[in-house]
């Protein structure tokens, strides 16, 4: 490590005039170790976590780790860095429990200020306490802008979510007059199961009603299929195509299906 040792040469009255050489001997003094232990602390990496997250919401905690080492040559215990990227989340965001704690608040807030917006949250008692199950949530302009200027069609999927909380976000979307995807409802449930389905389908008939022409697009799945079947039971079904052609390469390749694939 190299230290710099500032010799003056000559004062006047005007200014001083100084000559600087550089020390190549190893420094051993107390207030080197004091720099690494004592900057590096929970307190220190949370601090500047906090502006490192306001800047790319993305970084993880290695990530906070390399950009904390690379700017002051220090070095970071990775478990330090984990914990305290996740308390500089928490302040910038809250804690992920508070925000379950908050969804009744969020759906009086979106309908207070859009009145006729769905939003409905159900919970599961274990052990004398209620849990949150599930969630959906459709806008009043959303079901408005489906109702009025979208085509008798929706599609409906689910997403598998993976990180602290896991689970499934399902969504319904539609087609505006310009074949562009058209939001129309999502939510939460924990899993994939047949109840789940049909009462995530049970609200979203709520929030756009029966209509008189209705085609529901769904991936091959056998209990989506029956959940759309046992709550619109008037509706056309189809089938995603892109579900279609991953379901005929796993029994049929060559020739044909090989043309079928391409065009997808």
Not at 177 to 206: C, D, V, Y
Not at 210 to 218: E, F, G, K, N
Not at 235 to 249: P, T
Request: charged share 25%; glycine share 8%; with cysteine.
């Amino acid at each position: 490590m190299h230290f710099i040792v500032a010799c003056f040469v000559e004062i006047t009255d005007m200014c001083t005039i100084g000559q600087v050489q550089i020390n190549n001997e190893v420094h051993k003094c107390a207030s080197r170790s004091r720099v690494k232990g004592r900057m590096a602390n929970i307190a220190w990496v949370a601090e500047r976590a906090i502006s490192l997250l306001k800047r790319k919401l993305g970084m993880g905690a290695m990530d906070v780790k390399e950009a904390l080492e690379d700017k002051y040559k220090i070095q970071i215990n990775y478990q330090t860095a984990w914990y305290e990227r996740q308390r500089a989340a928490d302040k910038l965001f809250g804690k992920w429990d508070d925000s379950i704690d908050l969804l009744y608040r969020f759906k009086a807030e979106v309908e207070l200020r859009s009145p006729g917006s769905v939003v409905e949250i159900d919970t599961v008692e274990i052990g004398g306490q209620h849990h949150f199950s599930k969630k959906i949530c459709a806008f009043k302009d959303s079901i408005e802008g489906f109702l009025g200027g979208c085509r008798p069609y929706i599609s409906i999927d689910s997403t598998a979510l993976n990180g602290q909380w896991n689970g499934h976000m399902p969504a319904a979307i539609a087609l505006d007059g310009h074949n562009w995807m058209f939001p129309l409802a999502f939510g939460f449930f924990e899993s994939e199961t047949k109840e789940n389905r049909i009462w995530f389908m049970e609200q979203l008939g709520k929030a756009i009603g029966v209509l008189p022409r209705l085609a529901i697009c769904t991936d091959a799945c056998k209990g989506l299929e029956s959940a759309v079947k046992e709550v619109f039971p008037w509706a056309e079904q189809r089938e995603c195509f892109r579900h279609l052609m991953e379901n005929m390469k796993k029994n049929f390749t060559g020739g044909v299906c090989n043309k079928y694939v391409a065009c997808n």
